[in-house]
């Protein structure tokens, strides 16, 4: 098993950058595909950004190309979702999410895929 914390979230204008940061708890944190997904009030969970276990393949939504990066340290235990060019609708409360698979170059999209999960930390854009 894996315990996720996430840190790095707040309150920033719009134009500005926030790094968020995952910190792994438990073993192998380099066994398990990890993703960052948001949550905004009243709306659906959605999936941001995936990183396959070894780094070499990524996916990104759609809001997220070309602004956010998704980064790991596997030496650190740590996932990273660097955002630039915030907006006000990035505001949500952004979670970790972590799965254990035998596969290095997975990346995986949905909620339901994910088995384990940070508490969230909030980001808040102000216009």
């Known amino acids: 098993q894996v315990q996720l914390v996430e840190f790095g979230g707040g309150l920033v204008q719009a134009g500005g950058s926030l790094k968020l940061s995952c910190v792994a708890s438990?073993?192998?944190?380099?066994?398990?595909?990890m993703g960052w997904f948001r949550q905004a009030p009243g709306k659906e969970r959605e999936i941001v950004a995936g990183?396959?276990?070894?780094?070499?393949?990524?996916y990104y939504a759609d809001s997220a190309k070309g602004r956010f990066t998704i980064s790991r340290d596997n030496a650190k235990n740590t996932v990273y979702l660097q955002m630039n060019s915030l907006k006000p609708e990035d505001t949500a409360v952004y979670y970790c999410?972590?799965?254990?698979?035998?596969?290095?170059?997975?990346?995986?999209?949905?909620?339901?895929?994910?088995?384990?999960w940070g508490q969230g930390t909030q980001v808040t854009v102000s216009s």
């Open positions: 990183i396959s276990r070894s780094s070499g393949n990524t």
């Open positions: 438990g073993r192998a944190f380099s066994l398990y595909t």
């Open positions: 999410a972590g799965d254990r698979r035998l596969l290095g170059v997975v990346v995986l999209t949905t909620a339901h895929e994910y088995d384990y």
